[in-house]
């Protein structure tokens, strides 16, 4: 099963993540799919915003849908869920290949600790 780990993180400890997952990828290892996101604000904006989290939902192991279906199957307008949709690609979280988007991940984990937060 394909997961895709989604974490809240510094620059600093993002850097020393890819540094060991590089190594890891440099001796043959099969390296995790990682997402990173500075701020827990982000990573809500990007994904965790209730529409776009329908989508992620809608998606997963799902074959891959145009725009206009996604549109349909989450009975939501083309231009509301046209925008979602590129916020996504924009931030890593689904694929276009050609007219068709998909999410390559079976799984989402996300992790994050409540001191992550900005108060």
């Known amino acids: 099963m394909r997961t895709l780990t989604v974490r809240v993180m510094t620059i600093n400890e993002a850097f020393q993540l890819a540094k060991i997952e590089a190594a890891r990828a440099m001796s ?44 349909r199957l989450v009975n939501r307008d083309f231009r509301g869920v046209y925008n979602d949709v590129q916020a996504l690609l924009s931030g890593g979280v689904i694929n276009k290949s050609g007219e068709k988007i998909s999410l390559p991940y079976e799984r989402i984990h996300i992790e994050f600790n409540s001191d992550d937060a900005v108060a």
């Open 28 to 71: 043959g290892s099969i390296v995790s799919a990682e997402l990173i996101f500075p701020t827990v604000e982000q990573l809500a904006k990007t994904m965790l915003a209730p529409n776009r989290w329908q989508i992620i939902k809608t998606m997963e192991g799902a074959e891959p849908v145009s725009i206009r279906e996604l549109a």
